[in-house]
């Protein structure tokens, strides 16, 4: 997942992953649906990066599982998108949280983190996705696609923002 600009992207981080997906409900950036209070990352929110969206993840939600969605995982720089579904989509690995204090506030501090409300054309998209957890079992949440064509030669191809990292040094 990604802020709109770089400065607050300053990261450090120390933990992997894994996530999954099919088919996008897109639902309109700041609402939330009741029955859905859960979100995957697979980005700089994941666990051992230290910024202002993993803040919140923190004052808001509790993990549940890593996990895994259908997609493409590029490299923007200082942190990854997710395209969905894209061409020859694979397992874009993850960590899904359950929204436990104030979900709407926090879902709410999370578009705006990640620029998905207040500007258009926005860079991501809330949308919500099927996650593929451990166990087998599937369960719906939130997650940011990015909207924008990506840059030439930036896929991740293990679909693993923190073993891509481990593996650049």
Do not use: C
Not at 51 to 72: C, F, K, M, S, T
Not at 140 to 156: C, F, G, V
Request: proline residues 9%.
């Amino acid at each position: 997942m990604a802020s709109s600009s770089a400065a607050t992207r300053t990261s450090t981080r120390s933990s992997s992953t894994r996530a999954r997906s099919r088919r996008p409900r897109t639902e309109p950036a700041g609402t939330v649906a009741l029955d859905l209070a859960r979100v995957f990352v697979y980005g700089t929110l994941r666990e051992g990066f230290s910024n202002p969206g993993r803040a919140i993840l923190d004052e808001h939600a509790r993990p549940i599982d890593d996990g895994w969605v259908h997609g493409q995982l590029h490299d923007l720089g200082a942190y990854p998108a997710l395209i969905h579904p894209g061409e020859d989509p694979g397992p874009v690995h993850g960590e899904l949280y359950e929204l436990v204090h104030e979900p709407a506030e926090g879902l709410g501090r999370l578009d705006r983190y990640e620029g998905a409300r207040g500007r258009d054309p926005l860079p991501y998209d809330r949308r919500r996705l099927p996650v593929e957890v451990a166990d087998g079992s599937t369960h719906e949440a939130w997650t940011y696609a990015w909207t924008k064509t990506p840059p030439p030669n930036s896929r991740i191809p293990s679909g693993d923002w923190i073993a891509y990292l481990d593996a650049e040094g």
